[in-house]
């Protein structure tokens, strides 16, 4: 257990829908990152958030959308879903203070919309 | 334009040889780190070896080790006697700049170690 919780594992939903993805980072972390992994265009990052605020974008949809909560977990929204947006979506967290060590991972979330 | 490359999409090993997998990587922040992640097929990122740019010495973790050639801007990750719990795919990555910072991944490299 890499202490970075994501839920659900799986999910199956149809195209036109909208899903929430929902990330708690490990005890201490401040910044959540999400990335999409699709097997085309590998591992995209999506979002950054640090303490509740918004500190960078990168290729995300204008139909996904993320936040951070004050207790800090983390939701990614992913509406008017399409055939594309199955990939595999993970959270990770960092420790800005600690050791250099990179992000923890969370085990990612298998989005397949049919 | 791509940052890291990765010109290995796969390759096969046999069992207790040593392994290099590329990655050359493109910044101009003279300040940057560079990640090595796993990724089983079970999903999974598990975050293996960290250089820091200003690092004089090649990280080393267990049987990992990063070789790490600034001039030519190369960060090949070094397993040495592999093992069949090693087939997976791996990334190289790279972040600029701050520590909080997004990092940023290339397609990887899916290596099988052959029995």
């Known amino acids: 257990d890499s202490g970075v919780t994501q839920t659900p594992k799986h999910l199956i939903t149809a195209t036109g829908q909208r899903v929430t993805l929902r990330c708690s980072p490990r005890s201490g972390d401040l910044s959540v990152y999400w990335y999409q992994q699709s097997l085309d265009q590998g591992l995209q990052f999506l979002i950054h958030y640090y303490n509740g605020e918004e500190r960078a974008k990168g290729n995300i949809l204008e139909r996904f959308s993320a936040q951070q909560f004050p207790d800090l977990h983390s939701e990614l929204n992913l509406s008017s879903l399409e055939l594309g947006d199955s990939a595999l979506y993970f959270c990770?967290?960092?420790?800005?203070?600690?050791?250099?060590?990179?992000?923890?991972f969370g085990s990612g979330t298998r989005l397949t919309v049919v | 334009a791509q940052k890291i490359t990765q010109t290995q999409p796969g390759m096969f090993v046999q069992e207790k040889e040593a392994v290099t997998l590329d990655c050359t990587y493109d910044t101009s922040d003279p300040s940057y780190g560079l990640f090595w992640y796993k990724q089983p097929s079970s999903g999974e990122m598990i975050f293996l070896i960290y250089?820091?740019?200003?690092?004089?010495q090649n990280a080393t973790e267990g049987r990992y080790s990063l070789n790490f050639q600034k001039a030519r801007k190369s960060a090949n990750l070094v397993i040495s006697a592999s093992q069949l719990g090693d087939s997976a795919m791996y990334f190289c990555a790279m972040r600029e700049g701050n520590r909080d910072d997004k990092i940023i991944f290339g397609k990887g490299t899916r290596l099988h170690i052959l029995p």
């Open positions: 990770a967290s960092s420790d800005e203070t600690g050791k250099e060590d990179g992000y923890t």
């Open positions: 250089q820091g740019s200003y690092d004089q």
